[in-house]
C-alpha cells in the first residue's frame, strides 16, 4: 500500500535559517503529492502540490520537486522566518478521480526561534 | 466564505462513554472525508462521503465507529463506547470535485478527544 515518511522533528533553528524538511514515498502508480501545514490553532492547510515527476511546487517561499527517480518530494526554503513556526505533514494522494483520499506522514514540528 | 468547521474543539470523556464529533463542511463541498492523528503519529483515513453516500470507510477502526451524513450536508462521527486507544485529533476535510481533476482538501482545525 501507499506509505510516507517524512522526517522527525521537532525541528528548532534560528530565523533566516535554510530549511529542509526530508519526504520520501511508496505508491502504485503516479501519485499526487503534497504538503500540508498546521499553524497553531488552525486546521490544516495546503502549503504546495505537484502532480506529475518533475514538477515544483512552491508557495510562500517554500519549494519541493516530485522526485520519481528517488520517490521524494523534500520541502525547502531558503529563509525561515519565526511565522513559519508550525507542523509540516507530507501526504500523497491515489489516482482515483474525485477522491482526495490522502496518505499522510507523521508530521514535522518546526520552531524558528528569533 | 465559512471554511470547515468541527464541534466540539475539545472532548474529554470516561472510557466506555459516548461522544458525536461533528463536522459542517464548505456550502457545496461533495466530497467529505474524517482522519484521524493518534498520539502524534501519522493522520489516517477514516471514511468518505460523497454527499450522503458512504464512498470509502475501509479506514474505519471498527465498529465502534459511526459516521453519518444527512442530507449530503453535515457530518457526525460517533464513537460508542468510547476505549482509551480512541484519544486523538479527529479531521474533517472536504473538496469540490472539479472535471475528475484531483483538487485540494480543505481541513477543519480538528476535534481532539481525550478518553479517560
Known amino acids: 500500500g501507499n506509505s510516507v515518511t517524512q522526517m522527525e522533528g521537532p525541528v528548532t533553528l534560528s530565523e533566516e535559517a535554510f530549511l529542509t524538511i526530508n519526504c520520501t514515498y511508496t505508491?502504485?502508480?503516479?501519485?499526487?503529492l503534497f504538503w500540508y501545514v498546521q499553524y497553531p490553532g488552525e486546521g490544516l492547510q495546503l502549503l504546495l502540490k505537484?502532480?506529475?515527476?518533475?514538477d515544483k511546487g512552491s508557495n510562500k517561499g517554500f519549494e519541493a520537486t516530485y522526485r520519481k527517480e528517488t520517490t521524494s518530494f523534500h520541502l525547502e526554503k531558503g529563509s525561515v522566518q519565526v511565522s513559519d513556526s508550525a507542523v509540516y505533514f507530507c501526504?500523497?494522494?491515489?489516482?482515483?478521480?474525485?477522491?482526495?483520499?490522502?496518505?499522510f506522514g507523521t508530521g514535522t514540528r518546526l520552531t524558528i526561534i528569533p | 466564505e465559512a471554511g470547515v468547521t468541527q464541534f466540539p474543539s475539545h472532548s474529554v470523556i470516561e472510557k466506555g462513554q459516548t461522544v458525536t464529533l461533528r463536522c459542517d463542511p464548505i456550502?457545496?463541498?461533495?466530497?467529505l472525508y474524517w482522519y484521524r492523528r493518534v498520539m502524534g503519529k501519522e493522520i489516517k483515513f477514516l471514511l468518505h462521503?460523497?454527499?450522503?453516500?458512504?464512498?470509502?470507510e475501509s479506514g474505519m477502526p471498527n465498529n465502534r465507529f459511526l459516521a453519518e451524513r444527512t442530507g449530503g450536508t453535515y457530518s457526525t462521527l460517533k464513537v460508542q463506547p468510547a476505549e482509551l486507544e480512541d484519544s486523538g485529533v479527529y479531521f474533517c476535510?472536504?473538496?469540490?470535485?472539479?472535471?475528475?481533476?484531483?483538487?485540494?482538501?480543505?481541513f477543519g482545525e480538528g476535534s481532539r478527544l481525550t478518553v479517560l
Open positions: 501526504a500523497l494522494s491515489g489516482v482515483n478521480f474525485g477522491n482526495e483520499k490522502l496518505t
Open positions: 476535510a472536504s473538496s469540490q470535485v472539479r472535471g475528475g481533476i484531483t483538487g485540494e482538501l480543505f
Open positions: 462521503f460523497v454527499k450522503e453516500s458512504k464512498q470509502d
Open positions: 505508491a502504485t502508480g503516479y501519485p499526487s
Open positions: 456550502s457545496g463541498h461533495d466530497n
Open positions: 505537484a502532480t506529475k515527476a518533475d
